[in-house]
């Protein structure tokens, strides 16, 4: 080979193959570049680093600036994250305002919301968070917007049936989250490395919407939940509230120490289908080793109930684990 490439450099080769970052990449890179032999075998291929380096380090300073300045960045609170999504003008900002305590935009027009907010939606002993997100249209869909929902636990996609073209609305964006992989909204269970997603008509209380919104609720494919509520009058609000938790698939437990009341207070809040070893593993680390068994208040059929550790633990089930 003309290039007479030395041990050293294909070294600093295999870590860039390797490399799975930007920063990884741009220093095995520069490596390779003060390990090239220098002569005009080697020019095309120090060129060529050279090129890759530079796209690289465009990058990375595109990234930097995203990294700072991406609103869609929102810390997950509570039990969740869901992402409230839809057309413009759908009342989306409505529905986030009348569910939590977010200062939210809410505007008779079109993309009154410029960035996503988000609140704290209470749920029984628990809380959810909503984020109020920038209308999505076939115009745009916002920048940094498919990033969060794939981020997040659950999709509440909110459509306005008093709106002629509400149907086209729901069906674009039922696309959009297919398309983009999002959510499998064909899939009857959406629960898995998807988030789950959740339909809402919204305006209940103006009487032209009941007749869209039952064609709406007819037109989703089977598995995907739907609730029409009013955000003025409040109607159905608490079935949404349900339904935003039952999106999330997760359960509440409880633990309690032998001879002791149970810790009602909070409870440990797990992926469903979490068994006994699930629950002691997310209360330490070391648990799961120690624990032989346990007994269960709740769902199971007597109270009290010794069960074992691969017992699969029920919505807001008691538990007092056994060393
Ligand atoms: N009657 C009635 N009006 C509603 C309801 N929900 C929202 N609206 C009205 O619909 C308009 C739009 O509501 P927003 O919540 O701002 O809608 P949005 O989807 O957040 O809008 P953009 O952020 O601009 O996309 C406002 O004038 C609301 O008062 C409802 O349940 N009933
Ligand atoms: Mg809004």
Same mark, same amino acid.
């Given at each position: 080979m003309p290039a007479n490439l030395t041990p050293q450099y294909l070294a600093a080769e295999e870590a860039f193959k390797k490399a799975r970052t930007v920063d990884e990449k741009i220093a095995a890179l520069k490596q390779m570049l003060a390990l090239i032999p220098k002569h005009k075998g080697t020019e095309k291929l120090q060129a060529d680093i050279k090129r890759r380096l530079a796209r690289l380090r465009e990058e990375r300073q595109k990234k930097s600036h995203v990294a700072r !300045?991406?609103?869609?960045r929102i810390e997950r609170e509570g039990a969740g994250q869901v992402m409230v999504i839809g057309w413009p003008n759908a009342g989306k900002s409505s529905i986030v305002a009348a569910l939590t305590r977010a200062k939210v935009k809410i505007a008779?027009?079109?993309?009154?919301? !410029?960035s996503p907010v988000a609140g704290m939606m209470p749920f029984e002993d628990i809380a959810v968070q909503l984020v109020d997100t920038p209308p999505i249209s076939s115009e745009s869909v916002p920048s940094g917007l498919v990033g969060a929902l794939r981020q997040a636990d659950g999709i509440l996609l909110v459509v306005d049936p008093?709106?002629?073209g509400c149907l086209e609305h729901l069906e674009f964006a039922l696309e959009f989250l297919r398309s983009r992989k999002?959510?499998?909204?064909?899939?009857?269970e959406n629960h898995g490395d998807t988030p789950s997603c959740l339909v809402v008509a919204t305006r209940?209380?103006?009487?032209?919407a009941g007749e869209n919104a039952a064609i709406l609720r007819e037109s989703?494919?089977?598995?995907v939940p739907f609730v029409a509520v009013s955000?003025?009058?409040?109607?159905?609000l608490e079935e949404l509230r349900r339904a935003i938790f039952d999106m999330l698939g997760v359960v509440r437990v409880y633990t309690k120490v032998p001879g002791r009341d149970p810790d009602l207070e909070v409870p440990f809040v797990l992926p469903r289908g979490s068994t006994v070893l699930d629950l002691a593993a997310a209360i330490h680390r070391d648990l799961p080793k120690r624990v032989k068994q346990a007994r269960v208040w709740g769902?199971?059929?007597?109270?009290?109930q010794a069960v074992q550790r691969d017992y699969v633990l029920q919505d807001r089930d008691i538990v007092e684990l056994h060393q």
């Open positions: !300045h991406d609103p869609f008779p027009y079109p993309f009154s919301t !410029h008093t709106d002629p999002l959510v499998d909204v064909d899939a009857a209940a209380d103006l009487p032209e989703l494919p089977p598995g955000a003025v009058t409040g109607r159905n769902a199971v059929r007597f109270q009290g």
